[in-house]
């Protein structure tokens, strides 16, 4: 077997004995509410803001092909050399 499909078993392992554990009224995780709030909150603005700074930045060869265009026609707001 591969890594992955090591990786994969494991987490429906764990994933199976925790709905288990649910089943039976047992609270394998301490988790309340506020903290899943919390949680998605600040992944989503983690993502997001990744997202953000990926796409405003010329970070690609594409982009930088991009930014040379608009340097070139002026459109970037930077006085040009």
């Given at each position: 077997?591969?890594?992955?499909?090591?990786?994969?078993?494991i987490?429906?392992?764990?994933?199976?004995?925790?709905?288990f554990?649910?089943?039976?009224?047992?609270?394998?995780?301490?988790?309340?509410?506020?903290?899943?709030?919390?949680l998605?909150?600040?992944?989503?603005?983690?993502?997001?803001?990744?997202?953000?700074?990926?796409?405003?930045?010329?970070?690609?060869?594409?982009?930088r092909?991009?930014?040379?265009?608009?340097?070139?026609?002026?459109?970037?707001?930077?006085?040009?050399?």
């Amino acid at each position: 077997m591969d890594r992955g499909t090591i990786i994969r078993t494991i987490v429906l392992m764990i994933a199976l004995i925790n709905q288990f554990l649910v089943i039976f009224g047992k609270s394998p995780l301490p988790i309340d509410s506020a903290l899943v709030e919390q949680l998605v909150s600040t992944l989503f603005t983690l993502i997001m803001s990744l997202h953000a700074w990926f796409k405003n930045n010329y970070l690609t060869s594409k982009g930088r092909k991009q930014r040379e265009i608009l340097e070139k026609h002026g459109l970037t707001g930077r006085k040009r050399k």
